[in-house]
């Protein structure tokens, strides 16, 4: 696990004034910080120092957050970076966006930053602790591999976005073991994310479409367990 002093954090926000406020205040926590003002900007810059971390507003000019984090989670980095969303909407629907598109978090505006540093600091623990020792899994025809971030169904590559895998590699980790929405959410979204009762059930539904409805089945006023046939 790399030291606070050594991870790097990408501050990417149109507005300057929360670019200077938000850095000096990451930067006395010991973190090395970058900063962006666009999303083209921000994502020539993750290729080039390939941050630990990514702090994407979504309202910018040239490319928005939502856009800008889809094209980061299919780079082919060495590793890729955690990704939170600030933003200024607080809806549902919004979370969901942004969570869809690979972040592992979802940070409302605006950002206090003490609640900040403990997100940082949160999201590093959590990522780091749920790094999986068992870097390829196969079951029931799927195989995914947590290093490379890729899933395959009898040799065919499928896409997942990033809380899709890892929704899958939950699941997977334990056939036949139900999983409840509240273990789900904990596990893969965090506790201190809050998003809609239904995003557990959204995501679901699209890995379903993926990988094939009989490969997670629902236990009806439980939660959802992975069939290992």
């Not at 790094?131 to 065919?156: H, L, Q, T």
């Amino acid at each position: 696990m790399k030291s606070i002093i050594s991870k790097s954090i990408l501050i990417v926000d149109d507005d300057k004034d929360i670019l200077e406020f938000l850095s000096y205040n990451i930067r006395q926590e010991g973190y090395k910080v970058f900063t962006a003002l666009n999303g083209e900007e921000g994502l020539s810059l993750v290729k080039k120092i390939e941050p630990s971390m990514v702090l994407l507003d979504v309202m910018m000019p040239v490319k928005d957050g939502i856009e800008s984090c889809r094209e980061i989670r299919l780079m082919p980095l060495s590793e890729q970076p955690i990704i939170a969303i600030l933003s200024s909407r607080s809806e549902d629907y919004s979370k969901i966006a942004g969570l869809d598109a690979g972040a592992d978090d979802y940070i409302t505006k605006p950002i206090k930053p003490r609640l900040l540093l403990k997100k940082i600091e949160s999201l590093f623990r959590r990522i780091e602790h749920g790094k999986s020792s068992a870097i390829k899994v196969s079951k029931n025809g799927i195989n995914i591999d947590r290093e490379r971030y890729k899933a395959s169904k009898d040799g065919m590559d499928i896409y997942l976005p990033k809380k899709e895998f890892e929704l899958l590699e939950l699941l997977m980790s334990k056939p036949g073991k139900v999983f409840n929405r509240d273990q789900i959410m904990s596990l893969i979204w965090g506790d201190d994310t809050i998003v809609g009762e239904r995003t557990v059930d959204v995501h679901i539904r699209k890995l379903r479409e993926k990988i094939g409805d009989n490969c997670v089945r629902t236990i009806k006023g439980v939660g959802y367990t992975f069939n290992d046939l």
